[in-house]
């Protein structure tokens, strides 16, 4: 059973940066797509980036271009969110999750499926 286990959320202050990880276990790690959503309290969960089995291949939600960066290293089975300029609306809880392709984390009901999930960890950006 795949487990996801996410670190490094805090407080930062707008215009800075900070970085999170999620470590994977239970599985072989570079079957799988990784990807980083958000959810803040009354919203949908929300896709934020995704990265390829291989590392080749990222995609990022409209409101995070060019501020964040996905990353994984498939020696170590981590994926990390490189998160850099963050604004307050970037405020949420993070969850790593894991599934074949980055499509299928972008695809409509993937968020209600039985996908693999971390608990998540809380982002507050002050300023």
């Known amino acids: 059973q795949v487990q996801l286990v996410e670190s490094g959320g805090g407080l930062v202050q707008a215009g800075g940066s900070l970085t999170l990880s999620c470590a994977f276990s239970?599985?072989?790690?570079?079957?799988?797509?990784m990807g980083w959503f958000r959810q803040v309290p009354g919203r949908e969960r929300e896709f934020v980036a995704g990265v390829s089995w291989r590392g080749d291949t990222t995609d990022y939600g409209d409101s995070v271009k060019g501020r964040f960066t996905i990353s994984r290293d498939n020696n170590k089975h981590t994926v990390d969110l490189h998160m850099s300029n963050v604004k307050p609306d970037d405020t949420a809880v993070y969850y790593c999750t894991a599934d074949f392709t980055i499509a299928t984390m972008k695809s409509p009901g993937f968020i209600d499926s039985p996908s693999f999930w971390g608990q998540g960890t809380q982002v507050t950006v002050s300023g």
């Open positions: 239970g599985d072989i790690f570079s079957k799988y797509a």
